[in-house]
């Protein structure tokens, strides 16, 4: 990055995005969900409505796949960065280039801005946007796109309502603010087809219910019923004929189950440790993620382990029992 003091404002992204003659990158995290892939999108579509040349690398999973054209995004990592680029970092926190998919931010020598709603956000970057308060970087793009003075399309806001459906549960979560059902109704105004968007999403491949049996059988009850947790690894997936990304929507089933507070889906890859953590009742998810080196936000978040699941679980449990000791002690 340069070393221009940041700025912390929607305003100042978009007039950097703006003020920028060269390609913009717009980057999101590694294992991008509907929020990402949809802020992603939505603003990369803006910007090319407006003229701008825009490069959006990205591998989509499989349950996201209807969403963009193809050829739109570009496939895997971008092997260098463009001269004279701007990166745009959407939904995760710039420095923490580990997380960042897409391209090697941790190179990257020209300006960047950033717009997220995560709480652990560090808020460097030449321009940033952070608003823990959204319930969806969506909410946050959509204001961006209005500042930047993009003509609203159904295209344009089709992927934004993906993205404010997707984070907020489709609006079951106490994260929903008025300000969400508001931002939905102009996205719908402006055609997002959300009746589409949710009969794609309810669609599931032959391989999410034979790996479903693999994951019941790891099934814990731990803590008197109040944690739920399951596990996957590379056996599981080999008996199932299935793949890493089919994981992704087991954790909010998990959650589901009567007496939790807590669901961890953990992602075993050998000598890494994956896990996904969704709460509820008061426990903070992303205390115990931030326990162990993850972040995101208190009702869902997630952590990288670099450490085989022998290892990695008395450090989960032990952060568990910190965080469970808490919600006791504060009734």
Known sequence: MTDLSPTSDLAAVARALLDHSGPIVVLSHENPDGDALGSVLGLTRALRSLGREVIAPMQVPRFLAFMPRPGELTEGRLTEWPAGALAAVLDVDNNDHVRVGGADLSVFTGPVVNVDHHGTNARRADAHAVDPSQPAAAVM???????????????????????????????????????????????????????????????????????????????????????????????????????????????????????????????????????????????????????????????????????????????????????????????
């Not at 979560?173 to 008025?178: A, L």
């Not at 939905?184 to 589409?196: I, P, T, Y």
């Open 141 to 331: 793009v959509a204001d961006l796109i209005d500042l930047l003075g993009a003509e609203w399309t159904e295209e344009i806001a089709t992927p934004l309502m993906l993205g404010l459906v997707t984070d907020t549960g489709s609006f079951r979560f106490d994260s929903v603010t008025p300000g969400a059902f508001r931002t939905a109704a102009r996205l719908r105004e402006a055609g997002a087809r959300l009746g589409w968007i949710s009969d794609q999403l309810g669609q599931n491949p032959r391989t999410y219910y034979t790996l479903l049996r693999e994951v019941l059988g790891s099934l814990e009850f731990l803590h008197g019923g109040r944690v739920v947790l399951a596990r996957v690894d590379e056996a599981m997936l080999e008996r199932a004929g299935s793949a890493w990304e089919d994981v992704e929507n087991y954790v909010g089933m998990l959650r589901n189950a009567e007496g939790s507070q807590l669901a961890v889906m953990v992602k075993d890859f050998g000598e890494r440790v994956k896990l996904s953590l969704r709460s509820r009742a008061g426990v903070s998810a992303q205390n115990i993620a931030v326990t162990l080196g993850g972040g995101g936000h208190v009702p869902a978040a997630g952590a990288s382990v670099n450490q085989p699941w022998p290892e990695v679980f008395p450090q989960l449990d032990a952060a568990i029992t910190v965080e469970l000791a808490r919600v006791d002690a504060s009734r």
